[in-house]
């Protein structure tokens, strides 16, 4: 393959990676195994379907220009390096860990009142 065929994609918690073929929203989705209708039912409907996947998967996405997600795992930080080192994907990443933590702590909020 070559290398634009990995600019977009998923990073697995164990560093393996999942050329996207679908969308990312889909290929979290079947990284999850659960069928999508409950999914759908699983994801606040206030929240963002995305973050939500990949907060509950713990993948990253890529794409050429940035790649978001939660903490890497060392697994995963390898993986990335070694994307941005070919220049198949830019070295522009984007943690929503902290803004996840903040949504969680609302849902907490929301759930005592």
Known sequence: MESADFKEGVILPDGGYLPMKEGHLHTLMNVTGIPEAKLWE????????LFWLIAYTGCVITDLNSSVGMKMTEAQRATYDSLVTRGIITD???DIT?????RAE??????AE
């Open 98 to 102: 902290e803004e996840r933590k903040k």
């Open 106 to 111: 609302l849902e907490k909020q929301r759930a």
């Open 42 to 49: 699983m994801i606040p409907k206030d929240d963002s379907p």
């Open 92 to 94: 522009k990443y984007y």
